[in-house]
């Protein structure tokens, strides 16, 4: 039977593509590619596929083509087979997004996997959306007896759990058949155990082989190490400076060892290790744990981009990659990290029903916010429970966690800035009990010497961090991005139990994530994309945050499955929307009055003139006295605030970091923007008359 042929047009101006940032895969096929035209043709049956799996030949159009700038993208075959072919190393960003949006209309069951050079550059369609199974896909009863008949014992005996997840089992399955796999499934899901039971069984039954876990936190390395030795199996950890043959002294390799990619990068040993456990045919797998981070951890491009080249080098080892919040362009970028393997994608929705997810809206005064934040800490739903406070400064993680600890509650902290005694300390404290709340960093950067460590991430918290009795994440700074926010918030509520996810969201934290950005010498252009998909997300208060959060993952998800588990439709009729150009107009006016008088004022400074407050600070120079002065009187703070937050996002206003030679801090100040001539049209702002935490449903682990 003829099979179907599709012929796709995709219009694209001519452009060369920028040379490839990073260095080509050793195996990567060196692409001929025209300036004017990429055309991509397959032959009609598969065979040649077997032979050149990744071999794509680029032709010139032909020339009695009209429109020379239209791209002839021809596919033939099984359309899902030569979607997995497509490959290329130098291709227009907008021609893969079209391609996949001509995909998505005509092969939805498709996954297409479009590799890029650099993985980072192109953008997806935005109506791909994966729609995953209505119920988590039943499993084939063969694959469920051969992977109980080979594994179950240990996962009864050692694990200690009652059965396989659908998941668990068919990654498992692929695993014991020496597949390479990639497994997206939501944080708190069980993918470890995908790896581990692996581990365990090729040690066993494979004369004593190991897996080598590359994990991209040291806490996260810590945190299951901790945990497999209370389930009496072995794992080392690479991480000091001793050299791996010390560690490994002992005659038998252990079932696992873990090494963060920078160790592989940067300790010669370690790698000669690896390949020295390859010849001698001892090495079982290699797998690459919280995967997402080969994308999204940008700054440490080099160490992910050289470790994960492993797999070139050992391509005789099955590899099994794993993450918990993955964007289709990061799954993308993990196939481009893992090519020229195709592994099997498992997949199911990275939804968590049962962790509530709520935005509050965080004061601009720091002393207020705290405030709210201990308010909350005191009700009952958090009160004596455990849970995880995320700011994204060192220097605001120490003082939040003494104001709550002056407050009486059982809190510690955990940053970069401490050493790593400390770090596992508070760790320990934390994971044991012996305190309910510990307040981290994210990732920030150590300085040494004035020189930046690319060490950064192996000593954050959050991700990966394992604690089944964590009943609540809260992000007291805005997160970095919705990957972030997905992976942090998914310390909660990992026995399936109700937990709360809450985000304080105030625009003006964008600048503090921005200037880190900045410091970390990140690439600043795609942090602020990160960030401004988070603001998006934040300000949206029509949209149930579940379609948001889903969507961004390339989820598409039914609003009617939320069921009041978000604060935006626990709270849809205390909605308010309320139109605020008048007073956009007076705030613009006085700000514009102030800084022609030379007064540089903060947010909350220019807030108390505005709102007409009788204090110390809008007693000084004459502000009592501008005609503007208590012009928006009429409204309350919060809405007030919402205003100021609106023109800082139109960049009506923008705030700016200056120092006075008679203080050592700096401050932000409030100064008019590049928009501040702009005719202020239909300003509006969008609150909840109060707000409602959404409860969260327990599910079944
Ligand atoms: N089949 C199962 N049945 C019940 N509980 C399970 C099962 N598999 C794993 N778990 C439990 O789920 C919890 C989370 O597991 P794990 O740390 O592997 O999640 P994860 O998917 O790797 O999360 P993350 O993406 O955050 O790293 C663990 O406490 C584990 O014991």
Redesign the pocket.
Known sequence: MKRPRLQVYVEIPRMRPPPPKRPRLATWPSTPISSTTLVHRSDDDDDDAGEHPHTIDFEQPEPNRKHKSDHLVEFGGAIESTIRRLCSTAIDPRLVADIRFVLAKHAPTATPFIASSSPNQHQRAPDHLWEPPATSSRLDRRVRRAVESRCGLA?RQT?L?????PF?AQAIARGLEGEDVLVV?????????CF?LLALHDHVHGGGKVTVVLSPLRA?IKD?QR?LAEKGIEAIALLTNQPPEQLLAAQTLPPLVFVTPEKVQKCPAVKELIVSWYEAGLLARLVF??AHCASTQRFRDDAFTESWRLHVELPNVPIMA????ATPQIIDDIRYHLSPRIPQLIRISQNRPNCALTVLRKHTNETAAIGDLVGLLQTSSFVGKCGIIFRTRRSACEKLARKLRDRGISVCHYHAGMDEVERDEAQEMWASGRCDVIVATVSSYVFQGGAHLLTSLEIAFG????K?NVRWVIHFDFPKSLVNLD?EA??AG???GPAQCIIYYNFGDLKHLLEIAQRDNQDTTLALQDALAVVRFCEDKSTCRRVLLLRHLGERYRVDDCRNTCSTCVNADRRVEEDVTRAASDARGLLSALTHEGRDVTVQHFLQIFLGRKTACTSKNGHREKELFGAGGDMSPDVAELVVAELLRRDVFREVRKGYATSKWKHWYLELGDEAEAELRGVKVCYHKSQRLPQARPCQ?
């Open positions: 996962l694990f759990l009652d059965a396989f997840h668990q499934a939501p944080t708190g899901s069980g993918k470890s155990l581990q996260l299951q945990h744990d919280e794993l993450t918990g919040s991700m990966g961090i394992n089944t992976q998914g310390r990992r026995d399936g682990k």
